[in-house]
């Protein structure tokens, strides 16, 4: 998991990597191939499709490093796009929005080229500095609205997420329920509170969303009040941090996703959830690698992602799409139908999210 040590660890290495590191070493090889990526990304004519099947069945795979979960939906949506392109294998590679960044990062700087797409709701912003990613256009994502796509075409919405209290129902019946972020402070909920450490989407996050919404002055009093609860800090994923919830480990977590918890549900498991409002909302997003050894196959899988094809798959997996011709299989995972507010975090997280583990560690961490 990315907790606030890894984070700087990663932020450090961004700030000692450069652009040359692609090409440096590499002579008039390296330089054609960032080309050849450059230019089958960029490519628009009527004829792309077929042009990017032709390179696909030279290149036969495609390298994913994800943060989606594996057997929910990365693994399906993986399955599907080999259906439809039998001749192209998808290789997963999962951990959080940090791992798979950090991973990037070093075989980048070892001048290891693996990997051909990257996804991760914090990913595209620890790598944009580095020039390891390569601007894309897909004729998919003119649908989509402005949020969910990067002007210069460095990333597109895979799915959304967002963030919600957790309950077990065998352990919280639902009018004892905690509704509102003041409701937490409650001294018979101390002790009973868990969350993740994850930099990207657990607890951090969670400060952030507080810092922003009641402002630096209130929100720091709140959070030190909700420090004195007592939370569980768990070193692992937010899907990790449910599974512990539906065990009976914790009757309570905070900063979990709530398509999961619904999926969860679904499968008979005891949980809920409930938006505190406003709900931390993340966007997944994924990128294509400047130096991506499939560059046809990645293109491909690009388009097959942000189709209607591949957003349905999403659906049908419990996922929420990002596409606004797709609707969530569960429409109330989402604003509005929902009846909740969403603040997405990602632009200032990527300039504050160091901060708000700061204040994370402190408060939470180090108890001061």
């Not at 009093?221 to 919830?245: C, E, F, K, M, P």
């Not at 499939?294 to 799409?321: C, N, T, W, Y």
């Amino acid at each position: 998991m990315t907790g606030p040590r890894t984070l700087r660890a990663i932020i450090g290495a961004v700030s000692a990597v450069t652009l040359g590191v692609l090409t440096a070493g590499c002579g008039q090889t390296g330089a054609s191939a960032a080309k050849k990526v450059a230019e089958v990304a960029q490519y628009t004519k009527t004829d792309r499709t077929n042009m990017l099947i032709a390179g696909a069945k030279k290149e036969k795979r495609l390298v994913w490093y994800t943060t989606v979960i594996t057997n929910q939906i990365a693994q399906p949506l993986a399955n599907a796009f080999h259906r439809k392109y039998p001749f192209i294998t998808v290789q997963l590679y999962r951990g959080d929005s940090g791992t798979v960044a950090q991973k990037m990062i070093q075989e980048y700087r070892t001048r290891s080229y693996r990997v051909d797409l990257i996804d991760g709701t914090s990913t595209s912003a620890m790598l944009r500095r580095t020039g390891f990613l390569q601007p894309f256009r897909s004729p998919e994502l003119a649908s989509y609205p402005a949020q969910f796509k990067d002007p210069s075409g460095y990333w597109g919405a895979e799915l959304l997420y967002y963030m919600v209290l957790a309950r077990n129902t065998k352990l919280v019946p639902s009018g004892q329920t905690p509704r509102t972020y003041q409701d937490l402070l409650d001294p018979k909920w101390k002790g009973k509170l868990a969350w993740s450490t994850s930099s990207g989407s657990g607890a951090p996050t969670f400060v952030g969303n507080i810092l922003t919404s009641m402002g630096q002055t209130r929100g720091t009093a709140y959070l030190r009040r909700l420090a004195g609860q007592g939370i569980h800090n768990v070193s692992s994923s937010g899907r990790s941090v449910l599974d512990q919830v539906v065990a009976g480990q914790f009757p309570l977590a905070l900063q979990v996703f709530n398509d999961q918890v619904d999926f969860s549900k679904a499968a008979g498991a005891p949980v809920d959830w409930v938006p505190l409002q406003p709900v931390t909302g993340q966007v997944s997003r994924i990128s294509l690698a400047a130096r991506a050894p499939h560059p046809d196959a990645a293109m491909l899988f690009l388009d097959f992602m942000f189709s209607k094809e591949g957003q349905q798959i999403v659906r049908q997996r419990g996922g929420i799409p990002a596409s606004p011709q797709v609707e969530a299989l569960r429409p109330t995972l989402k604003p509005g139908p929902g009846r909740f507010t969403a603040d997405y975090i990602q632009d200032r997280a990527a300039t504050q999210l160091s901060h708000w583990s700061d204040v994370y560690q402190q408060l939470f961490v180090q108890g001061g």
